[in-house]
Nanobody, 126 residues
Framework: VQLQASGGGLVQAGGSLRLSCAASGRTFTNYAMGWFRQAPGKEREFVAAIRWSTGNTYSADSVKGRFTISRDNAKNTMYLQMNSLNPEDTAVYYC????????????????????WGQGTQVTVSS
């Protein structure tokens, strides 16, 4: 599975960006995808996840009401719409795939995921 993240950039505080993550290669019948971010000197942090078959979504409290995760089945692409950005959102954003999703899986943990994209830089200026 190959994941290609894109859409990052430099934006002023209060602005918006939309990240995309295109998946190619082997597909699975029941999987989930997620977004994580990592700022310099910090651990990788969960942002949001989506169960592909149902569209159920999960978000970190820090982004609820500002970020929206979605997917396009036909394009095998996941999105992260980010609004009301602030400097604390500055980080490299990564997308990831979790094979064989089940309700017992904690999608907020990076260790749950099997494949990762290369990351895209998001910088929010004050």
């Amino acid at each position: 599975v190959q994941l290609q993240a894109s859409g990052g950039g430099l934006v002023q505080a209060g602005g918006s960006l939309r990240l995309s993550c295109a998946a190619s290669g082997r597909t699975f019948t029941n999987y989930a995808m997620g977004w994580f971010r990592q700022a310099p000197g910090k651990e990788r942090e969960f942002v949001a996840a989506i169960r592909w078959s149902t569209g159920n979504t999960y978000s970190a409290d820090s982004v609820k009401g500002r970020f929206t995760i979605s997917r396009d089945n036909a394009k095998n692409t996941m999105y992260l719409q980010m609004n009301s950005l602030n400097p604390e959102d500055t980080a490299v954003y990564y997308c990831a795939v979790k094979r064989y999703y089940s309700s017992s899986v904690d999608l907020s943990g990076p260790a749950a995921y099997d494949y990762w994209g290369q990351g895209t830089q998001v910088t929010v200026s004050s």
